[in-house]
């Protein structure tokens, strides 16, 4: 799994699901206030589709 944080406090996360990547954004309260609707192929498609919903740091 790789995460970072956003100058919000927003913690993302892309990791590996049964059927693909996906990504996650968790509030700095512990609440999941977003995450992917499908998984992809490729991590960079899940990455722009992250980017496309907010999120401005790179996971490592």
């Not at 699901?17 to 992917?36: K, L």
Request: aromatic share 8%; with cysteine; proline share 2%.
């Amino acid at each position: 799994m790789a995460s970072c944080t956003d100058k919000g406090g927003d913690t993302w996360e892309i990791y590996h699901g049964n059927d693909g990547y996906r990504w996650r954004r968790t509030a700095s309260n512990g609440r999941v206030v977003g995450a992917a609707t499908q998984g992809y192929n490729n991590r960079s498609d899940c990455e722009d589709n992250a980017r496309r919903n907010g999120m401005t740091c790179t996971p490592k």
